[in-house]
């Protein structure tokens, strides 16, 4: 089994920065790719960046928000960590934060596709 934590969120004011964290424990030499999605009120879980084993390949959400230009994914394996760097925050950035990790290879993007999930980390941006 894997155990992943989140850390990082918080309320922050519209551009603002934050750093989401998510640390792995148990059977992390399991793990392949980490991602993180988001959920907001009344809305699906969705997917909003992934990072392959060994972190020289990532996605993005094609999304209208430009979550590509403004978040940065990265993980330290021999921390069994992964980051979520969020800049320019915006209101619609609002969300639970779930941190996910895979048994297969790729970059996987749909949320099936993920065998292990964290409990999630509130982040809320003000207008």
């Known amino acids: 089994q894997v155990q992943l934590v989140e850390s990082g969120g918080g309320l922050v004011q519209a551009g603002d920065s934050l750093r989401l964290s998510c640390a792995a424990s148990?059977?992390?030499?399991?793990?392949?790719?980490m991602a993180w999605f988001r959920q907001a009120p009344g809305k699906e879980r969705e997917f909003v960046a992934v990072?392959?084993?060994?972190?020289?390949?990532?996605?993005?959400?094609d999304s209208a928000d430009s979550v590509k230009d403004r978040f940065t994914i990265t993980r330290d394996n021999a921390k069994n960590t992964v980051y979520l760097q969020m800049n320019s925050l915006k209101p619609e950035d609002t969300a639970v934060y779930y941190c996910?990790?895979?048994?297969?290879?790729?970059?996987?993007?749909?949320?099936?596709?993920?065998?292990?999930w964290g409990q999630g980390t509130q982040v809320t941006v003000s207008s």
């Open positions: 996910a990790a895979s048994l297969q290879l790729g970059t996987p993007t749909s949320p099936r596709q993920y065998n292990y």
């Open positions: 148990g059977r992390t030499f399991d793990i392949k790719p």
């Open positions: 990072i392959n084993w060994n972190g020289r390949s990532t996605a993005y959400a």
